[in-house]
Nanobody, 126 residues
Framework: QVQLQESGPGLVKPAQTLSLTCTVSGDSVSSSVYAWSWIRQSPGKALEWMGLIATDGSTYYSPSLKSRTSISRDTSENRLSLQLSSVGPEDAAVYYC??????????????????WGQGKQVTVSS
């Protein structure tokens, strides 16, 4: 059974870059079965899909975050990375990584999520 664990700084200063890691066990980040997403949830708000890296290494991002988001994978370390630049108070959230089945429909990503990490709380403050 695949297991995911998010890690990284819990506090980021405004305008800096948030960098998180998702360590995967029980499967490979190069899996040909599913993709890997980053998802976040701000206080009082719904879950927000941020982006994913597909089985072939292609990346897809939420249009609202595309200009600030980068997702990558390290096959030697079997982990995923998320970078979110120019953070502001609105980026304070719990950040999750998750296995993902997705399709592109009319240019939009339709995603279903399988296994999730426990989440990493990130605060944005100077």
């Amino acid at each position: 059974q695949v297991q995911l664990q998010e890690s990284g700084p819990g506090l980021v200063k405004p305008a800096q870059t948030l960098s998180l890691t998702c360590t995967v066990s029980g499967d490979s980040v190069s899996s040909s079965v599913y993709a890997w997403s980053w998802i976040r949830q701000s206080p009082g708000k719904a879950l927000e899909w941020m982006g994913l890296i597909a089985t072939d290494g292609s990346t897809y991002y939420s249009p609202s975050l595309k200009s600030r988001t980068s997702i990558s994978r390290d096959t030697s370390e079997n982990r995923l990375s998320l970078q979110l630049s120019s953070v502001g108070p609105e980026d304070a959230a719990v950040y999750y990584c998750a296995t993902t089945y997705f399709a592109r429909v009319a240019g939009k990503v339709k995603a279903d999520f399988g296994s999730w990490g426990q989440g990493k709380q990130v605060t944005v403050s100077s």
